[in-house]
């Protein structure tokens, strides 16, 4: 029997007001897989996030967290099970250095006294591991470039040892070179057993990086994929409703005849 997915979402609800934005949402993640999340504007993805970060509980449906159900009715909740978030903001703050960025808020001290040698160490093994060319690790982050920012980013999330991680449009406002160092990065992470879920409007990163495909159309799960044997046209269909909206238009040819 197949060991059940990491995290899981079975008939997850978000309501604004009058507005329903997320409505009977499914969704598996499992270890060492990158699911991709896909979906126009408005159609539900950043919202989703949230719901399984904590920050905008769901207002209906089930977490599952290896096949238990769990409740993340705040972002410590999410953080306790091992979700971490990288937003697409990364909410850096560019005056500090990448030291003092991993570390902002959960400061090792000792004796007392900030213990800069040890979070220097720290800083400096884990992106060692993370990626091929180490930036100034006492430099200031607005120094750095967009894909070492990003970089940074995802190393501070990693530092609780999370086993699902969240990336909002990592590769957003990338160049060439910085998004295949971005991507590269999270194939490792990959590789190390991570789950990922990846927010993109890019189909080329989904098709590079990806194992599997969830699209939400207008707050609804529209087709579940498996990027290694769909085409990028069938997927791009689920993203737009053009399937859909495929008989409604020969419906109304053969009025027209």
């Known amino acids: 029997m197949p060991a059940p997915p990491l995290l899981a979402l079975r008939g997850v609800c978000k309501r604004y007001g009058v507005l329903q934005v997320l409505e009977d949402i499914e969704l598996e993640v499992r270890a060492g897989q990158v699911v991709a999340l896909l979906g126009d504007n408005g159609a539900g993805k950043s919202t989703l996030v949230k719901v399984i970060s904590g920050v905008a509980p769901a207002d209906k449906g089930v977490i599952e967290w290896e096949g238990r159900n769990v409740q993340i009715r705040r972002p410590h909740d999410a953080r306790d099970l091992g979700i971490a978030t990288v937003y697409q903001d990364l909410a850096l703050c560019g005056n500090l250095d990448v030291v003092g960025n991993l570390f902002l808020g959960r400061e ?150």
């Open 108 to 257: 090792i001290r000792r004796f007392g006294f900030l213990d800069e040698v040890e979070m220097e160490r720290r800083t400096r093994e884990l992106l060692e591991h993370l990626a091929t060319g180490v930036p100034d690790l006492r430099a200031p982050v607005v120094s750095l470039s967009s894909g070492q920012r990003q970089t940074v980013a995802i190393a501070r999330s990693l530092l609780g040892d999370p086993r699902v991680l969240l990336l909002d449009e990592p590769t957003a406002s990338l160049g060439i070179r910085q998004t295949n160092e971005v991507l590269d990065l999270v194939d490792r992470l990959r590789d190390r057993g991570l789950a990922v879920l990846l927010i993109s409007h890019n189909m080329g990163d989904v098709k590079a990086l990806a194992d599997r495909a969830a699209v939400l159309r207008l707050g609804r799960n529209n087709g579940f994929f498996d990027v290694n044997t769909v085409s990028q046209e069938q997927i791009i269909s689920s993203i737009t409703g053009a399937a859909e909206n495929v008989p409604r238009r020969m419906a109304s040819r053969e009025e027209e005849w």
